[in-house]
Every structure is written in C-alpha cells, then in structure tokens.
C-alpha cells in the first residue's frame, strides 16, 4: 500500500485529497506546513512516504522551496503540486521541479489519476 504525505495548510482541502486518495488503497499522513514536516523527520525518522501532494502556498515556506528540503531527505521521492497558484513566475518554479500540477479545485479522478502518473514516473527534482 503507497504512503502518500499531503502537505496542505487548509485542513479541510487536506482531508478532501485524503478522502479522494483513501479510495485508491494509500496509507495517508498529513501535515499542514514546512515546520511539522520537520518535525515529523524528528519524531518519526523511519517514515518515508513514496509520494508528496503538496500545496504551493503555505503559511512558512513556498511548496518549491519545501519540495528541495524533501529530495535532499527522500531524493527518489515523486510529488504533485495541488494548488491553485497559476501566475507564470510560480508555473515556471513548479514546472521546474519536474513535478505534475492539479489546480484546485480538482476532480478527485484527476487528482488520483496525477498520483498514479506520478508513482509510475518516479522521482522529482525538487
């Protein structure tokens, strides 16, 4: 069963991607910020997700700046991009990473069928 992390502030969009991804069989584990991650390293040093949905904007950190924290732990790790920023500076930081976007709101099909391309292709760049 793939361990999916949700990295999203909003913990009422966070538990809908966690529903949507609950019928695709993942295990779930959500955080709302770049600061609980770190301390989900800490506390938690064995968990390795095999992927990261992850929010752009976030109350501590941008989701490009937090994606390279998390290759630097989990370099092989694949993620998407769940968000609704779509200005050309941050599309281009996205695309960069190598990781896919969903825009909110998003079709939970769209969303799972994003994870599924995504644990196929394997890692990215961050």
Known sequence: MPRVLIVEDDADVRDWIAHCMLSDGHE????PSGATLRRLHQEEPGYRPDLVLMDYA????DGVA?????VERWPDLPAVFVTVQWTGEIIDRIERT?????????????????????????PSRG
């Open 28 to 31: 779930i584990r959500g955080v």
């Open 58 to 61: 976030l109350p501590d950190t």
């Open 66 to 70: 937090l994606l390279a924290e998390i």
């Open 98 to 122: 190598g990781a896919e976007r969903v825009a909110k709101p998003f079709d939970p099909d769209d969303l799972r069928a994003a994870a599924r391309r995504a644990l196929t292709k394997g």
